[in-house]
């Protein structure tokens, strides 16, 4: 297992379209799925990883208190199959359908969604306002396997209440720390281990 953090995205960047198979119902999804929402969370996850597991009960939970005030909620896995078919689109579909997620969950085989997003790790999360402009990028909380701090979302939950109140998130974020995407090989990208 190799731990790394989030790239840390510029904030303001325009958030890269995508169109991604979605695992349960086979719909193409993309970025234009979302028109219309007040804001877009984005989160890079996957099947295996230990540091998904510690919080993805808390990710569903998200979605089911986030999509019902007009928010975009998408998870997107982007691990090879190659090298780890635990995370494939069957298991990521039991996934969504164990935890109940509300909100679609696509596989990026190409890894060319991933490689856009700078996403590094799973978790990675992404949040843009209505005008599809980057306004946080980090952790979910301060919660990690093993540390005894509870699973609250406070992070991503602060920066989701503030696009929603019309106001700024401010700068100062906390990178996610997790599992490596798991790139196939010779699909790493330049920022990858950076």
Same mark, same amino acid.
Request: charged share 20%.
């Given at each position: 297992?190799?731990?790394?953090? &989030? $790239?840390? #995205?510029? !904030?303001? $960047?325009?958030?890269?379209d995508f169109s991604? /198979? ?17 804001? #877009? #969370? ?5 099947? +295996?990883?230990?540091?998904?597991? +510690?919080?993805? =009960?808390?990710?569903?939970? !998200? ?13 997107? &896995? ?5 090298? +780890? ?6 298991? !990521? ?14 596989? =990026?085989?190409?890894?060319? $969604?991933?490689?856009?997003? %700078?996403?590094?790790? %799973? ?5 843009? =306002? ?21 699973? %609250?979302?406070?992070? #991503? ?27 196939? /090989? ?9």
């Amino acid at each position: 297992m190799v731990m790394v953090s &989030s $790239t840390m #995205l510029e !904030l303001g $960047t325009a958030a890269p379209d995508f169109s991604l /198979p979605e695992v349960v119902s086979g719909n193409t999804i993309s970025l234009s799925t979302f028109d219309g929402k007040s804001a #877009l #969370l984005i989160m890079f996850i996957c099947e +295996h990883c230990p540091f998904v597991k +510690h919080v993805q =009960d808390e990710l569903a939970q !998200l979605g089911k208190d986030y999509v019902p005030k007009n928010v975009g909620v998408l998870a997107i &896995s982007a691990n090879s199959v190659q090298t +780890h078919p635990q995370d494939g689109p069957e298991q !990521l579909k039991g996934m969504a359908q164990k935890l109940g997620f509300n909100f679609p969950y696509c596989y =990026d085989e190409s890894q060319d $969604t991933a490689k856009a997003y %700078t996403a590094a790790c %799973t978790p990675d999360f992404f949040v843009f =306002d209505g005008d599809r402009k980057l306004v946080y990028r980090g952790q979910l909380d301060d919660s990690r396997p093993g540390n005894d701090v509870p699973v %609250t979302g406070q992070d #991503l939950r602060v920066a989701l209440d503030t696009v929603l109140a019309g106001k700024s998130v401010g700068p100062d974020q906390k990178p996610s720390i997790g599992c490596n995407i798991k790139w196939t /090989p010779g699909n790493e990208p330049e920022y990858f281990g950076a």
